[in-house]
Nanobody, 124 residues
Framework: QVQLVESGGGLVQTGGSLRLSCAAS????????MGWFRQAPGKEREFVTA????????YYADSVKGRFTIVGDNAKNTVYLQMNSLKPEDTAVYYC?????????????????WGQGTQVTVSS
C-alpha cells in the first residue's frame, strides 16, 4: 500500500510559478513510476507528466512541455512538479499518482495509488 500527500497548490497570476510536492509513504521505492495528472471542472482527468525512477526518464504532455518539470528525490520518497509560465488553462486540481509498476505511462488506468489532490488556480 502506498499513501501519497500533495502540497503546494494555490492562487497565482498568469506567468507565475508554483511548485507542487508529493510525499509518498508505505511501499515506497523505485519499483513504480510516479505521475502527475490534473482535472479541471467538467473535464476528464488528464496526464501532465511522469517519472520513471530507473534511468530518470521523464514524459510530458504537449501542453506543458518547456514549462513544467518533474523531479524525484528517492531519498525523501518525494516527487516535485515545478510549474513555470502558468496560464489560466492550467487551472485544475492536480493529483499525484503511483503507477502499478516501473513503467511510466500517460494512462490513468496504469496508476494504482492517488493523492487527495491540490488546487491550482491561475488568474488572468
Amino acid at each position: 500500500q502506498v499513501q501519497l500527500v500533495e502540497s503546494g497548490g494555490g492562487l497565482v497570476q498568469t506567468g507565475g510559478s508554483l511548485r507542487l510536492s508529493c510525499a509518498a509513504s508505505g511501499r515506497t521505492g523505485s519499483s513504480y513510476a510516479m505521475g502527475w495528472f490534473r482535472q479541471a471542472p467538467g473535464k476528464e482527468r488528464e496526464f501532465v507528466t511522469a517519472l520513471r525512477w530507473t534511468g530518470g526518464m521523464t514524459y510530458y504532455a504537449d501542453s506543458v512541455k518547456g514549462r513544467f518539470t518533474i523531479v524525484g528525490d528517492n531519498a525523501k520518497n518525494t516527487v516535485y512538479l515545478q510549474m513555470n509560465s502558468l496560464k489560466p488553462e492550467d487551472t485544475a486540481v492536480y493529483y499525484c499518482a503511483a503507477a502499478k509498476g516501473p513503467w511510466a505511462t500517460t494512462s490513468v488506468a496504469s496508476y494504482a495509488y492517488w493523492g487527495q489532490g491540490t488546487q491550482v488556480t491561475v488568474s488572468s
